[in-house]
């Protein structure tokens, strides 16, 4: 069974710090890997999609590597906003099926 | 375009007591999916339905039922409402976009309490 986990679970960065989130997974027969970002009370927003044969994606301030053979997915996130602040939560897809398996989340927090 | 939308936004119910919560999408995505988010367990999957006319059990399937009306609907059904399924019940659909990737797509969520 697929388990997936987020270090840390939470974290507090002055404004304009680069950060990073980290995510591994047990299983590395992914179909793709997806990271989301959840703020207080609200739905899941997809930020980036990683296809399995892919090392990395971008957009905007926000890069996201994945490492299939080492179960390993960080979340790179430049010059830290306080608008930033939210959980972040990854997911992975594996090969056979459409379920989702969620890791726990970090909880961001940025100060100004 | 409204993208995935829930119905209630909130309820109480009592043990014993049954509802239905209603989810649409109008991006004409062809899977849609049940999740609950509990603190400490993260978001699990209930039900799910790969396309049309076709439902699938997830991770934590007892206790509900799901009906997928057509290619926009998908509902989620308590029949006799536990305080075990006291959480937030997420709604998403996937479909190819114009990346040919399938992003899930979420709703805002239903936050149901059951006393």
């Known amino acids: 069974k697929q388990e997936v986990t987020q270090i840390p679970a939470a974290l507090s960065v002055p404004e304009g710090e680069n950060l990073v989130l980290n995510c591994s997974f047990t299983?590395?027969?992914?179909?793709?890997l997806q990271w989301f970002r959840q703020d207080p009370g609200k739905g899941l927003t997809s930020l980036l999609l990683i296809q399995s044969s892919q090392r990395e994606q971008t957009s905007g301030r926000l890069n996201a590597s994945l490492d299939k053979s080492s179960g390993r997915s960080t979340l790179y996130i430049a010059a830290s906003q306080p608008g930033d602040s939210a959980t972040y939560l990854c997911a992975v897809r594996g090969d056979a099926g459409n379920m989702l398996t969620f890791g726990g989340g970090t909880r961001l927090m940025v100060k100004p | 375009n409204a993208g995935v939308t829930q119905t209630p936004k909130f309820q109480v119910l009592k043990t014993g007591q049954s509802m239905t919560l209603q989810c649409a999408q109008d991006?004409?995505?062809?899977?849609m999916y049940w999740y609950r988010q509990d603190p400490g367990m993260g978001l699990r999957l209930i039900y799910y339905s790969a396309s049309e006319g076709t439902t699938d059990k997830g991770e934590v399937p007892n206790g509900y039922n799901v009906s997928r009306l057509n290619k926009r609907e998908f509902s989620l059904r308590l029949e006799s409402a536990a305080p075990s399924q006291t959480s937030v019940y997420f709604c998403?659909?996937?479909?190819?976009?114009?990346?040919?990737?399938?992003?899930?797509?979420f709703g805002p969520g239903t936050r149901l309490t059951v006393l």
């Open positions: 998403a659909s996937s479909g190819r976009d114009r990346r040919s990737t399938d992003t899930q797509y």
């Open positions: 991006m004409n995505h062809n899977s």
């Open positions: 299983d590395s027969a992914i179909y793709n």
